[in-house]
Nanobody, 129 residues
Framework: QVHLVESGGGLVHVGDSLRLSCTAS????????IGWFRQAPGKEREGVGC?????????YDASVKGRFTISIDNANKNTVHLQMNSLIPEDTDVYYC?????????????????????WGQGTQVTVDV
């Protein structure tokens, strides 16, 4: 069974930075896509960003592009970091780490959301004015 454990959420102020981390385990595939989506209660999931393990190619939603950076940890290839800079109140949400074990050849955020196999329990990010 795949496990995804998130860490790094919290309360910050507008313009601050925060780094989320996710460690995945329980799978043996070399080519997966790990990333983040965010979702508030009663609302639809919104893709944030994801990275392909085989070539470290990263993809972002337009709302975070240029502010957020997703990367694979150099020491532990099953750990992914989401560096969030210039945070705004609209970034407030529960952030979930998720994995697609069978990614399409050309990854998009829509493909990532549609192909999710497992996700973690989520971590709260709150951006206060």
């Amino acid at each position: 069974q795949v496990h995804l454990v998130e860490s790094g959420g919290g309360l910050v102020h507008v313009g601050d930075s925060l780094r989320l981390s996710c460690t995945a385990s329980g799978f043996s595939r070399d080519d997966v896509v790990i990333g983040w989506f965010r979702q508030a209660p009663g609302k639809e999931r919104e893709g944030v960003g994801c990275v392909r393990s085989s070539d470290s190619s990263a993809y972002y939603d337009a709302s975070v592009k240029g502010r957020f950076t997703i990367s694979i940890d150099n020491a532990n290839k099953n750990t992914v970091h989401l560096q969030m800079n210039s945070l705004i109140p609209e970034d407030t949400d529960v952030y979930y780490c998720a994995i697609d074990l069978n990614p399409t050849s050309q990854v998009t955020m829509v493909d990532f959301l549609n192909g999710l196999d497992w996700w973690g329990q989520g971590t709260q990010v709150t951006v206060d004015v």
